[in-house]
């Protein structure tokens, strides 16, 4: 099995709908409340957008599992954020899966930077993080900030 990105579609705003209205997803993922008109206003900002980018995350062969993307994305760098929204699909791994594909992106953009936040107590991630050399920056109210270089692919060191 591997994990892919693939454009984010109306069938992933749907899934999104329900994965992020999860009490334990919404929590662990800092989502704040939204309705369907904020999400359905999000989506169709997308293609105006050069600060954003979003991908559907697709498990080979099983279909969606999750979402990530990148943004604020300006002066060389961006945030990252990335969700597993189907929990039979946590604890496996593929958050550094998912993790690589969206750095990769990140490359390609010329990006030498990605910066992330995440909530304190959601320990998986945080170890996630670390060990993919996010170093951290900062913590306040319980959201930690974290912080990786990232080289592009035809740097030469």
Not at 21 to 30: S, V
Not at 35 to 46: A, I, K, N, P, V
Not at 98 to 126: F, K, P, S, Y
Not at 129 to 153: D, N, Q, T
């Amino acid at each position: 099995m591997a994990v892919r990105l693939v454009p984010f579609d109306r069938g992933f705003l749907d899934r999104s709908w329900v994965w992020l209205h999860d009490g334990e997803t919404k929590r662990l993922t800092m989502t704040p409340d939204f309705t369907r008109e904020d999400q359905r206003r999000f989506f169709e900002s997308l293609p105006s957008r050069s600060d954003y980018r979003i991908w559907g995350v697709i498990l080979d062969p099983e279909g969606a599992i999750g979402a990530a993307g990148l943004k604020h994305i300006g002066g060389g760098s961006a945030e990252y954020w990335g969700y597993i929204g189907e929990k039979s699909w946590w604890g496996r791994g593929l958050g550094g899966e998912m993790l690589a594909a969206v750095e990769a992106e990140a490359r390609r953009l010329g990006l030498a930077r990605l910066n992330l936040r995440v909530a304190a107590e959601n320990i998986r991630a945080v170890r996630l993080y670390e060990r993919a050399g996010f170093e951290r920056s900062e913590e306040r109210s319980g959201v930690l900030v974290m912080r990786k270089s990232v080289k592009s692919e035809d740097r030469h060191p």
